[in-house]
């Protein structure tokens, strides 16, 4: 059994906490314990039915209010597949929290309402999935039972978001109509709508390929921690331990450390449970070589052949988070990129985008919560920097503010040239 | 069928692989880390990632078991047995002692869950840990599933669900300031079938008392309560053995058992994939206190 890991995005009220209520209810991932709380709590406030967002919302303020505050993280499974929803909220800090979670999603779910169509919304969401490089997305043209389940509204919407996306980096793009509310091409095939003859968004979820997503072919493998034990029987032993960021680890492979440009073999791949033969994402092993380098945590281990930049300057698209500070030119901050932890000043913001119109805005000098700009910063020690588009892995950083120690911002590395 | 078709990891070893990543960076980035250690399943589990993640180095830092003074014997048995089997320092904070001292006082209903948080509190200040590692799974919680895996913490151990880090990729901030300290759950991912399955996978040992097993119990608020020294039965709650076994195991005053005729892994497994309730509500007194109890202590510092 694998995992498939999916982020929801919609706008207020288009019914998204229904459809992952929906989906943990006919996949009865829903206990009874939790359903008895949220018919006593509904019963309460004198609401007419049970209220399902009640089963996502989990904070008190969020109850209060009605809405959704932050990210939360939901599981459920099916003898298929087990799947881990990053559920962000439509409401405020959107972009924040979409990128968030985003950035670890295998697919980007996507809701509208089919009476109001396509709005702004929409297309900030399907930006931010292209964004992200999240590799499939997942148009849910929800409550078709408010248009009588009508074929034309759909095509229409379908046809509308097809023709936008086409200007976005979406590898694949599926789009389904269903009724959050009925259950129609949730879990199983609707008898409502015999001119849709694609899959219930479950058996989507369930059968989408992931697998092919990870780059397998750019060895990566940032060192993140030197192994040494300190006792008689491990006298000399010095591993480099790690998560494979790209690429196939194989004992004998002729490898090569950066910054320091060393070479040498891989003497061996080891784990706690003994030698494995091979190494690829996401595992977590411990790589030791044939020669005796100094490799410390921050360095990369590569191929000599195929090998990141390690560059001081960088061009990165910057997501930011903070609402306490804005990104400044001239400021500096920490950033984290794989093991490597340095510091750095923002030499230039080259635009700023308005991610409803992709207009960018070369004026601008600074970037606030929300908002989206390419800029290009300078570190204090290289960096072993891939385009974001070839592994998000090591194409992505965060940026920390040194005095406050806030995230405050999420940074995706440019192609190079482009 | 091959064994490894497109480089494919089960989603147990997927969520092993990150359970490591996790523990190995705040070990390269915290000087004084610390795992909350009290002998139940997940810490169990947390203490075989913590070997993998620096094998064939020992475990590179101490536990911790704050220890309320009402824990099931098998389990504080298991607990010092498997930290002497690992070789790794185990430190107690005990709320009894604390009590005996007059810093914490026995509430009237003589649970003692709310108190354990200053014992906590003290003792992290007591041995400087800046990085805690606690056991807690997302699942377990409607207030858990919003925490993020590294969760800051002020100098008062508060959590503040308003404010916290955006967390990104596998990228952790784990920058504090002196005082404040992180909280890390490695196994935030995991579900409580995850979790078994692994027990199941490894071959790891657990207390038996997590296998079904004849015991004097009660009922109280339709849960069935074992009767212990802190738990004892009022007038009208009639006394009898049942065969029963504990999905979780906390302080003995608030941990009830269910009835399961589960004596191994195997069943445990098949009998948490088809269970109708949570792991919390069919198990824990102290989370129908409100509908936000476990955020609430959370807020006052409480894992």
């Known amino acids: 059994m694998d995992i498939l890991r999916f982020a929801t995005a919609g706008s207020v009220d288009d019914g998204k906490s229904t459809l992952i209520g929906?989906?943990?209810?006919d996949t009865k991932t829903v206990f009874e314990d939790q359903l008895d709380a949220v018919e006593r709590v509904s019963r309460d406030r004198g609401e007419d039915y049970t209220n399902l967002a009640l089963l996502t919302d989990g904070l008190r303020a969020e109850r209060e209010q009605g809405i959704t505050i932050d990210v939360a993280y939901r599981y459920f499974a099916t003898p298929k597949r087990k799947?881990?929803?990053?559920?962000?909220?439509?409401?405020?800090?959107?972009?924040?929290?979409?990128?968030?979670?985003?950035?670890?999603?295998?697919?980007?779910l996507v809701l509208v309402d089919a009476r109001k169509g396509l709005v702004e919304q929409s297309r900030r969401h399907a930006f931010l999935a292209s964004l992200l490089q999240v590799p499939h997305l997942v148009l849910c043209v929800n409550k078709m039972d408010l248009v009588d389940y009508s074929q034309e509204t759909f095509d229409a919407i379908a046809h509308e978001f097809t023709q936008f996306a086409a200007k976005l980096r979406i590898p694949d793009l599926t789009i389904i109509p269903v009724s959050a509310l009925k259950g129609d091409n949730v879990v199983s095939r609707s008898d409502n709508m015999p001119w849709y003859d694609g899959s219930s968004l479950l058996h989507h979820l369930e059968n989408v390929h992931v697998a092919s997503d990870r780059n397998l072919v750019d060895v990566r493998f940032p060192v993140q921690y030197v192994i040494r034990p300190?006792?008689?029987?491990?006298?000399?032993?010095?591993?480099?331990?790690?998560q494979v960021a790209g690429g196939v680890l194989k004992?004998?492979?002729?490898?090569?450390?950066?910054?320091?440009?060393f070479t040498s073999?891989?003497?061996?791949?080891?784990?706690?449970?003994?030698?494995?033969?091979?190494?690829?994402?996401?595992m977590s092993v411990t790589v030791r070589l044939e020669d005796e380098i100094d490799i410390s945590r921050g360095d990369m281990i590569c191929r000599p052949h195929n090998q990141p930049t390690p560059t001081q300057d960088v061009d990165a698209m910057i997501c930011w988070m903070d609402e306490s500070a804005q990104l400044q030119t001239g400021r500096k901050y920490v950033i984290k990129h794989t093991t490597r932890t340095a510091r750095c000043i923002v030499k230039d913001l080259q635009y700023r985008l308005?991610?409803?119109?992709l207009h960018r805005d070369e004026e601008a000098g600074t970037l606030a919560l929300n908002e989206i700009g390419r800029v290009r910063l300078r570190s204090t020690v290289p960096l072993m920097a891939d385009a974001y588009s070839r592994n998000r892995t090591t194409g992505g950083f965060i940026l920390i503010d040194e005095a406050t120690n806030r995230?405050?911002?999420?940074?995706?590395i440019a192609d190079s040239g482009r | 069928m091959t064994d490894t078709p497109n480089y494919q990891l089960s989603q147990l070893r997927v969520l092993e692989a990150e359970s490591i990543h996790i523990m190995r960076e705040v070990v390269a980035e915290f000087e004084r880390p610390v795992l909350l250690f009290s002998g139940g399943k997940d810490s169990i589990v947390m203490l075989r990632i913590a070997q993998k993640a620096f094998h064939p180095a020992r475990i590179p830092f101490a536990v911790m078991h704050v220890d309320t003074g009402h824990n099931f014997e098998e389990v504080l048995a298991f607990r010092d047995k498997r930290a002497k089997e690992l070789g790794v320092q185990l430190i107690v904070a005990s709320v009894q002692e604390a009590i005996d001292n007059g810093s914490v006082s026995e509430p009237p209903d003589g649970t003692r869950n709310r108190i354990q948080t200053p014992v906590l509190l003290d003792a992290i200040d007591k041995h400087r840990f800046n990085a805690i590692f606690g056991g807690a799974r997302r699942d377990e919680d409607k207030a858990r599933a919003k925490e993020r895996i590294f969760s800051y913490r002020d100098e008062f151990g508060q959590w503040d669900p308003k404010n916290q880090r955006p967390e990104l990729w596998n990228l952790y901030n784990g920058r504090v300031h002196v005082g404040d300290s992180m909280r890390v759950f490695p196994l935030s991912n995991w579900t409580e079938l995850d979790i078994w399955q692994y027990i199941s996978e490894e071959g790891i040992e657990i207390p038996s008392i997590y296998y079904a097993h004849d015991r004097e119990t009660f009922v109280r608020d339709n849960m069935v309560y074992a009767v212990h020294d802190v738990c004892r039965p009022k007038a009208g709650e009639e006394v009898s053995v049942r065969r029963v076994r504990y999905r979780t195991v906390g302080d003995a005053s608030l941990t009830a058992a269910v009835e399961s005729d589960a004596d191994t892994v195997e069943k445990v497994i098949e009998e948490v994939s088809t269970t109708r309730i949570t792991e919390r509500g069919a198990t824990r007194g102290d989370d129908k206190f409100s509908e936000a109890s476990m955020e609430d202590r959370k807020r006052e510092g409480y894992f």
């Open chain 1, 22 to 25: 929906r989906l943990l209810f």
């Open chain 1, 83 to 108: 799947f881990i929803i990053a559920d962000t909220p439509g409401h405020i800090q959107y972009t924040r929290n979409m990128v968030t979670g985003a950035s670890t999603a295998d697919l980007a």
């Open chain 1, 230 to 242: 300190m006792s008689d029987d491990w006298h000399d032993y010095r591993g480099y331990a790690g």
């Open chain 1, 251 to 261: 004992k004998g492979d002729e490898v090569l450390v950066l910054p320091s440009g």
């Open chain 1, 265 to 282: 073999r891989i003497a061996s791949v080891e784990t706690a449970d003994g030698e494995v033969d091979e190494a690829y994402p996401p």
């Open chain 1, 354 to 357: 308005d991610i409803n119109s």
């Open chain 1, 407 to 412: 995230t405050v911002g999420a940074g995706m």
